[in-house]
C-alpha cells in the first residue's frame, strides 16, 4: 500500500501538461505562440474549478534564445528568454499567475547539446587552442582519414561534423547546428549548474531535460554493435553513445541542487530506454522522473497495453514512481496513430488509461481535445526531420499546429499566419466547441482529472491488475489507504464482457465516473458487461 498522498509531493500527486510554446496562443498576432498567449488561458488550464482543465503542471517546450534550426532545442543562450516568445519579465509574470492558480511552471532544458551559434561553440570552433575547445567534442580524423567512428546522428547521416578551419571532426548526436557538450568538462558543468540555479531563483519549479540519458559518451569512442532497424540510427545499438555509467553521479549532482530549493523536480527526457534502464535513473537521490514512452509504441490491444504496464509496475515496484505519456511534440498524435470512426472513443479509453495508472501522467497539448496529426503540405515542412525523410516520414510539424480554441478566423490561435498550418477540423476540433458539449474527449478528460485530483486511490494509490489474460479490455484496482477503485476499459468496438479473475464482492461498488453514465447499477459479480469503448471507474463504499 503506498503512502497517504498527503505526504506525497506535488510531482506525484499531480498532472503534467505539456505546452508546445510556438503553438498554443500568440498574443502578438505574429503567427507564432508565446508567452502572452500562456499567460492569457491560464484559466483553462486550471481556475480552481472542474470547468477548468485542472492540471498541476505546465512543461514549457523550450522558450530560451535560439535559432530555431531544431525549434527551439538549439539554445544559443539558456539565460535569455527568446524575443518570439516575449521577455524576462514576461515569464516572471507568467509564473506568479500560475503559482497563484496552483500551477506549476517546468522549463525544458536541452543541455546534452548547444546551438552551433552559442558564444560558447563560436569560441571553442574559433581555434585549436580556444579555451573552449574542450567544452565540445572534438575528434581528429583516424589516420586513414574519415570520421572517428561509425556514429550516427539521430536525424540522419554521420554524427561527426568536419570543421574544415580547425580539421578536425566535432560531434552531434542531432543536427550539424547542434554540437554536444563534453560533459566531462568541469567547466561545462559550472555553467550548467549556474544556468539551473539562474531559473530555480527565479521561481521556476523544475526542469524537464532533454534527452537526459545521452549526456555523455564512450571516451574511447567504441563502435556501438549492430541491431535490426529502419534508419541508419535505428540499426545500432546505442551501448555506447547512451546510457553510459557516468550519468548517475550527474543526476545525484542535479538532485542535490535542486532539492535546495524545496520540492522542485527534475523529469528526464531519454531516448529510447526501458523501465528497467528508467527505475535506475529515478532514485530519491537521482532524477525525481523520467518519461516512459513504451506506451506510445503498444497497438491497440488491452493485452500490449497490460504488458507495457506490468513491465513498468515490475522495474519501478510499489515505491517507485514511473511517469507515462501517450503522446508529445515527436510522435504521432493518439487519434491519429489509432485512427478510424471510433478514434474519440479511443481517445476517451487512452485518456481513462493515462489518468489512472500508478505514477505521474503526462499530457501533450491538443490530446485533451482529441487533436489529430494534420496534413501539413509539403512546401510548409519546417522539422528539419520532415525535410529530410519526406515522403518516408512526413517530420513532426503535423503533431505541432496550432492548438484550435474556436472556429473563429485562426481558430483563436492567432490573427495573424500562423507559423504552421491551423488543422482542417478546427470548425469541429476546439476548445470552445467542446466546452459546451458535455460528450466531448475534452469535457471527459476535465471529468477525469477532476475526480483523480480528489481521489488518493487515483492519484497515489497501488495498482493491481484484475484480469490475467485481458482479451477485450482491461480492468484494474487502484487502492490507498483509505480509498479504492476500480477502473475498466473496453478497447473494443463492441460489447464486451469482461470476467475478472477475483470476486470483487467483498466490496459494494458505486459507479463513479465513465463513458456511458446510467448504463450501470452498482458492479455485483465477477462479470462486468460493457458497452463498446466503455470506460467506467466504481468506488468501493463498504
Ligand atoms: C528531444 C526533443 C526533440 C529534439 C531532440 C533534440 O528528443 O524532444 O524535439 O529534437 O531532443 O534536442
Ligand atoms: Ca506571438
Same mark, same amino acid.
Not at 65 to 70: I, K, L, N, R, V
Not at 173 to 177: A, S
Given at each position: 500500500m503506498s503512502e497517504s498522498s498527503e505526504s506525497l509531493p506535488w510531482w506525484k500527486r499531480g498532472v503534467i501538461y505539456q505546452i508546445y510554446t510556438r503553438s498554443f496562443a500568440d498574443s502578438n498576432g505574429d503567427g507564432i505562440g508565446d508567452l502572452g498567449g500562456i499567460l492569457a488561458h491560464l484559466d483553462y488550464l486550471n481556475d480552481g474549478t472542474p470547468a477548468s482543465l485542472g492540471v498541476d503542471a505546465i512543461w514549457l517546450s523550450p522558450i530560451f534564445?535560439?535559432?530555431? *534550426?531544431?525549434f527551439g532545442y538549439d539554445v544559443s543562450d539558456y539565460c535569455a528568454i527568446d524575443p518570439i516568445f516575449g521577455r524576462l519579465a514576461d515569464l516572471d509574470e507568467l509564473i506568479a499567475q500560475a503559482h497563484q492558480r496552483g500551477i506549476r511552471v517546468i522549463l525544458d532544458l536541452a543541455l546534452n547539446h548547444t546551438s552551433h551559434l552559442h558564444p560558447w561553440f563560436l569560441e571553442s570552433r574559433a581555434s585549436r587552442s580556444s579555451s573552449k575547445r574542450d567544452w565540445y567534442l572534438w575528434q581528429d580524423p583516424r589516420p586513414q582519414g574519415g570520421p572517428p567512428n561509425r556514429w550516427q546522428s539521430v536525424f540522419g547521416g554521420r554524427a561527426w561534423q568536419w570543421d574544415p578551419a580547425t580539421r578536425q571532426y566535432y560531434y552531434h548526436? *542531432?543536427?550539424?547546428?547542434q554540437p554536444d557538450l563534453n560533459w566531462r568538462n568541469p567547466q561545462v558543468r559550472e555553467e550548467i549548474d549556474r544556468i539551473m540555479r539562474f531559473w530555480l531563483e527565479r521561481g521556476v519549479d523544475g526542469f524537464r531535460l532533454d534527452v537526459v540519458n545521452a549526456y555523455f559518451k564512450d571516451l574511447e569512442l567504441r563502435d556501438n554493435p549492430f541491431r535490426w532497424g529502419l534508419r541508419a540510427y535505428d540499426r545500432q545499438a546505442h551501448v555506447y553513445d547512451a546510457d553510459r555509467p557516468e550519468l548517475l553521479p550527474a543526476y545525484t549532482a542535479f538532485r542535490r541542487l535542486v532539492d535546495r530549493y524545496g520540492d522542485r523536480m527534475v523529469v528526464g527526457e531519454p531516448l529510447m530506454g526501458n523501465p528497467q534502464v528508467l527505475q535506475q535513473y529515478c532514485r530519491p537521490d537521482r532524477l525525481h522522473l523520467a518519461f516512459d514512452f513504451d506506451l506510445i509504441s503498444c497497438r491497440w490491444n488491452p493485452r500490449a497495453f497490460q504488458r507495457t504496464i506490468l513491465a513498468c509496475e515490475q522495474a519501478f515496484g510499489p515505491e517507485g514512481w514511473p511517469c507515462y505519456a501517450l503522446g508529445n511534440h515527436d510522435v504521432s498524435r493518439l487519434v491519429s496513430r489509432y485512427p478510424g470512426p471510433h478514434a474519440p472513443e479511443r481517445a476517451k479509453v487512452a485518456a481513462a488509461l493515462l489518468l489512472t495508472l500508478h505514477g505521474t501522467p503526462s499530457l501533450y497539448q491538443g490530446e485533451e481535445i482529441g487533436m489529430r496529426d494534420s496534413p501539413v503540405p509539403r512546401r510548409r515542412i519546417l522539422d528539419p526531420a520532415g525535410k529530410r525523410y519526406w515522403p518516408l516520414y512526413r517530420g513532426r510539424d503535423p503533431v505541432r499546429t496550432p492548438l484550435p480554441w474556436n472556429d473563429g478566423v485562426g481558430a483563436g490561435f492567432s490573427n495573424g499566419r500562423p507559423w504552421l498550418p491551423i488543422n482542417p477540423d478546427f470548425r469541429s476540433v476546439n476548445v470552445a466547441r467542446e466546452s459546451e458539449d458535455p460528450g466531448s474527449v475534452l469535457s471527459f478528460y476535465r471529468r477525469l482529472i477532476w475526480l483523480r485530483r480528489g481521489s488518493r486511490a487515483l492519484n497515489s494509490g497501488s495498482f493491481q491488475t484484475l484480469l490475467r489474460n485481458p482479451d477485450s479490455g482491461l480492468a484494474y484496482l487502484r487502492q490507498s489507504q483509505e480509498e479504492i477503485m476500480l477502473v475498466a476499459l473496453n478497447f473494443r468496438g463492441h460489447p464486451a464482457q469482461i470476467v475478472l479473475d477475483e470476486d470483487p464482492s467483498t466490496h459494494e461498488w458505486e459507479w463513479r465516473l465513465g463513458t456511458h453514465p446510467g448504463s450501470h447499477g452498482p458492479l455485483v459479480g465477477r462479470r462486468l458487461n460493457l458497452q463498446p469503448y466503455e470506460v467506467c471507474i466504481f468506488q468501493a463504499t463498504r
Open positions: 534564445a535560439s535559432p530555431a *534550426f531544431d548526436m *542531432f543536427l550539424p547546428q
